[in-house]
């Protein structure tokens, strides 16, 4: 084990942007109400609401983009949107990471950025309206067929970079498709929580979403987050007074635990600036997965700062290590 880190035994759990890839359809279904009154949804408000509770959320929006409405028909329009799209939430892939720098190593060679807005635009299409998004949305001096070829040839590369580096892949004579599924489908957060439930090490959820939302993420991952010994939904929580960034959600997470561990005993796992705070205040050690746009001074407060959850080493704070 490190120095530089402490030992744990209890692990705990953000989970939008982090175990699911909830993130992006959060962002589409704002958006969609937003559209409806001509604005449109950027990246700092985008980062500046991760892991608040979801009636603050409505009222900076509502505050923000003067939109004329009360909070509280703000949020009837915003469940409708998450309802309908929430329950294709999926853990979130490695894969996702590679993407987003392909299509920015990409549109650096053409001296482009990739905006908030224009991301917002990729999500959930197929490779081919990616393609050519990216072309007319960045204006790009080439083809959609030459992007595509760049894409491919680049993807291709990086996964192949990816396989190595975890040992799975030594030569190019496997099949690299099998190799592919196992790696970047097997998400690294389920990886994660089924090595620490197998080794005994209790772990819970801590998200600020609302009890019937979380419901209907995990519709589909059922046995996986049975796993958990339990969960905090903090906004709908009575126990949670405050949400992100004060450290009640963790407190009382921690506290829930049957043998009930001090706060330093605890390892926080989170992608978001206001949940690592929250953390810290709760006298915690946390991982922070971001959105590789987060700058480094967002996460200055991380005890440590990782691209995907498949670069963990648990032993680094005195967790059984992977085997395989």
Same mark, same amino acid.
């Given at each position: 084990?490190? %120095? +530089?880190?402490?030992?744990?035994?209890?692990?705990?759990?953000?989970?939008?942007?982090?175990?699911?890839?909830? !993130?992006?359809?959060?962002?589409?279904?704002?958006?969609?109400?937003?559209?409806?009154?001509?604005?449109?949804?950027?990246? #700092?408000?985008?980062?500046?609401?991760?892991?608040?509770?979801?009636?603050?959320?409505?009222?900076?929006? /509502?505050?923000?983009?003067?939109?004329?409405?009360?909070? !509280?028909?703000?949020? +009837?329009?915003?469940?409708?949107?998450? #309802?309908?799209?929430?329950? =294709?939430?999926?853990?979130?892939?490695?894969?996702? /990471?590679?993407? %987003? !720098?392909?299509?920015?190593?990409?549109?650096?060679?053409?001296?482009?950025?990739?905006?908030?807005?224009?991301?917002? =635009?990729?999500?959930?299409?197929?490779?081919?309206?990616?393609?050519?998004?990216?072309?007319? %949305?960045?204006?790009?001096?080439?083809?959609?067929?030459?992007?595509? +070829?760049?894409?491919?040839?680049?993807?291709?590369?990086?996964?192949?970079?990816?396989?190595?580096?975890?040992?799975?892949?030594?030569?190019?004579? /496997?099949?690299?498709?099998?190799?592919?599924?196992?790696?970047?489908?097997?998400?690294?957060?389920?990886?994660?929580?089924?090595?620490?439930?197998?080794?005994? /090490?209790?772990?819970?959820?801590?998200?600020?979403?609302?009890?019937?939302?979380?419901?209907? =993420?995990?519709?589909?991952?059922?046995?996986?987050?049975?796993?958990?010994?339990?969960?905090? @939904?903090?906004?709908?929580?009575? &126990?949670?007074? !405050?949400? =992100?960034?004060?450290?009640?959600?963790?407190?009382?997470?921690?506290?829930?635990?049957?043998?009930?561990?001090?706060?330093?005993? @605890?390892?926080?796992?989170?992608?978001?600036?206001?949940?690592?705070?929250?953390?810290?205040?709760?006298?915690?050690?946390?991982?922070?997965?971001?959105?590789?746009?987060?700058?480094? #001074?967002?996460?200055?407060?991380?005890?440590?700062?990782?691209?995907?959850?498949?670069?963990?080493?648990? &032993?680094?704070?005195?967790?059984?290590?992977?085997?395989?």
């Amino acid at each position: 084990m490190s %120095e +530089k880190f402490k030992k744990v035994t209890h692990v705990i759990f953000d989970m939008d942007g982090l175990l699911l890839d909830t !993130e992006k359809l959060y962002s589409q279904s704002i958006q969609t109400v937003l559209h409806r009154f001509n604005k449109t949804y950027d990246w #700092e408000m985008n980062v500046s609401l991760m892991g608040m509770h979801h009636m603050d959320v409505c009222t900076r929006i /509502v505050e923000n983009y003067n939109l004329p409405l009360t909070p !509280e028909e703000y949020s +009837k329009l915003q469940r409708a949107e998450n #309802e309908k799209i929430l329950s =294709k939430a999926e853990f979130k892939p490695d894969t996702e /990471v590679i993407y %987003e !720098e392909i299509i920015r190593q990409i549109a650096q060679e053409y001296g482009k950025t990739v905006p908030f807005e224009v991301r917002i =635009k990729f999500l959930g299409t197929t490779n081919r309206r990616t393609y050519e998004l990216a072309v007319d %949305e960045l204006k790009l001096p080439i083809s959609v067929e030459e992007y595509g +070829k760049k894409f491919v040839k680049l993807t291709f590369e990086k996964m192949v970079d990816r396989l190595v580096k975890f040992k799975l892949l030594n030569n190019y004579s /496997v099949n690299l498709s099998c190799w592919l599924t196992l790696i970047f489908h097997i998400a690294g957060a389920e990886r994660l929580m089924r090595h620490l439930h197998v080794n005994n /090490v209790p772990i819970c959820l801590a998200t600020s979403s609302a009890e019937d939302m979380v419901q209907l =993420k995990i519709a589909n991952h059922r046995e996986v987050f049975n796993l958990l010994s339990h969960r905090v @939904c903090a906004s709908t929580d009575p &126990e949670v007074k !405050e949400g =992100k960034p004060a450290p009640d959600i963790f407190l009382i997470a921690a506290s829930r635990f049957p043998d009930k561990p001090e706060p330093q005993q @605890c390892l926080v796992f989170e992608d978001s600036p206001n949940g690592v705070i929250a953390a810290c205040r709760a006298c915690m050690q946390v991982v922070m997965v971001p959105d590789e746009r987060i700058s480094t #001074e967002q996460s200055c407060l991380a005890t440590l700062r990782l691209k995907s959850l498949l670069d963990f080493k648990p &032993e680094m704070f005195g967790l059984p290590p992977f085997t395989n």
